[in-house]
């Protein structure tokens, strides 16, 4: 009951924002920070920030759930690159859309090509564009290679690159994996379940924004900091940090 409030209250938000003339992208982005918070409140999600959310520029962070899209745009205005089938969710494809979310095929050299167009115009905005370069979610034992293609525009342009990580710590020692979205599980029934989980804790982390020289480099060197962020969370989560 609580959740179904909170989605009609960001929907009548974001249309009473429309009557008083077109919204910018970056009006946008700030429209899908205030309804992320209000939906993980609604929720009673917790959510927990180290570091210092970057203003500009690009961020890269590893993929563990469809959570952390709503995480994350709760604790920063930011754009997201989303791969295309989220976009026909209920709900929530909508609000992604309407967030300025960029959708991409990730089978199509196209889409790639014009989504990393887009990056690069919305480079210039004081508003930081948010990527998974994985390509998938996965179960967090592991962070995945991250794919080069969709850092070119942030090298061509000389604009920052944050690393960031994301971790769910969860209650009685239960592990992450638990609330991970990975292989074949379908959406709804997995929505269900973490619904269902009582007392977890999103923790996400920023590294400090970084120049690189060619995007090879930035992807190998952030895939790196993901890893040793990943790591120091799971230490201090053991340690009772």
Known sequence: MALAFALILCILRYWSLRIRGPLSLERRAEWLEGSSRAVLA??????????RPPANGIVVSNHLSY????????????FFVAKAEISKWPYF?????????????RSSRASAEEVAAQIAERLALPVPILFFPEGTSTDGTSVLHFHSRLFEPAIRAQSPITAACVRYALANGREERELCWYGDEGFLPHLWKTLGTPGFVAEISFGEPRVYADRRT????THDEVEAMRSASAVEAVSGV
């Open 93 to 105: 494809g909508e609000a992604a859309r309407l967030g300025g979310t960029l959708f991409i095929d």
């Open 42 to 51: 609604s929720l009673g999600v917790r959510y927990r920030v180290q570091g």
């Open 67 to 78: 959570l952390d899209i709503a995480i994350f745009s709760a604790a920063m205005k930011c």
């Open 218 to 221: 930035a992807a190998r060197k």
